[in-house]
């Protein structure tokens, strides 16, 4: 009974329904389980919206296409046709009875990591195998999630304006420390992988594009093994001209927030139970509190703080922030210049040289942003650059920018994965990359 099945009128899971009763339709899809009573089998169909029942009938079908159906190992992809039929013992409603089906591709036994059993497999067997991985649907539910977030932000962007751009990922020069610079060899030269388009952002500003956007891979070979830190990250950029200050780019971050999170509760509830996560879409305007008054906060609750706050007191304060403002996300404002150093781009406090217009968001103690408003004015560029023991000389693609009319601006770099590590509540920021990279992973 074996035949060659038209996959062009494969019909997918989700879309069957009582409705159809009694007609004749086309699924394919993995096998997640197969249980067999003797005269009857139970098969489970699993595409990439659902699952269907595929109810097999020894009698019906006959002994050797019977035995066949029933033996293929899980995971093996099949096609089926059937016709579809009534079945109040099922959750669906229906099942399949098959008239014919085809063997498309078997599986090789054992599985290296089961896709529907229950048992906890360490992360890494999960990242080794991520192709088996990706047919669980709660970690597929991770990345239509993200899907979902980065449209509604690109969809807000889009209605504020604002130009999507595409900056080169091969630079000569970094702009966030060299400390997590990757070299490339560069045609005989030197030049690194991108930690972010901040240089590129900002010429943009210069040229006059106003505003614009990057959703791109940012590059930072991180030494340091944490659960919220990957050599590879989404970044979302955005820079805009003309603004008054570091507010006017707070303002539009905190209602792109609320934008992409109320997209997420209302086209992502499937995926959202699946996880078994909450989602509350924060209130604006978020609460701001300066570095200054987060390190008073943190010292009266008994912690000692040196210089800028490090994980721990960034959890604390994340707590303090819930207990007391009732906030989820709230920025952290007027970033210290000590602490601004190597961000030789970040404008200073007008009325306090010691401060800089620089901010981050917190997402419940983990940073999700940094930016603020840039410094615009040449000179003043320079010297920064030369406080640090930069030389200026090797920025001058950059610097020329600001030579022929820079308008006042400012931007931000937000981690796409750390929104979705604290808004799934998930254990590691490597669950929300499919193939993450690290200090010690660089396949698959
Ligand atoms: P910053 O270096 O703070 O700022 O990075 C911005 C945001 O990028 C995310 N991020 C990371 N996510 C995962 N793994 C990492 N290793 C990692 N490093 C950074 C964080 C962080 O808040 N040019 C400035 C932004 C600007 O001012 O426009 C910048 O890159 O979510």
Redesign the pocket.
Known sequence: MTSNVDLGTRVENSSLSKDMAGQKVTVAGWLQDTRNLGGIAFLLLRDRTGIVQITCLKKKLGDESFAKLTTMPRESVLAVIGELKLNEQVSSGFEILPESFELIAEAQTPLPLGVADKVGVELDTRLNNRFLDLRKPQVLAVFKLREILIRAMREYLVSLRFMEVTTSKIVAAG??GGS?LFPVEYFGKKAYLA????LY?QMLMGAGLDRIYELAP?F?A?QSDTV????E?A?L???MSFIKSEEDVMNLLQDLMVHALEAVLAQGTQYLEELGVEVSVPKTPFPRITFTDAVKMLVHAGLEIQGDLDTEAEKRLGELMLAQHGAEMYFITKFPSELKKT?F??MRDSSDSELTN?F??DYRGE??????Q?EHRLDILINQMEDIGYVPKDFEFYLQAFRYGMPPHG?????I???LHMMLRLPN?RECVMFPRDMYRVVP
């Open positions: 702009a966030e997590t930690q972010s388009p901040q952002k940012a930072r991180e919220r830190h990957i050599a990250f970044s950029d955005i820079e961000t781009y970040a620089y981050d968001l940073e999700l942003v940094s930016g603020g840039r931007g931000f770099g937000l981690g994965e750390r929104v920021i």
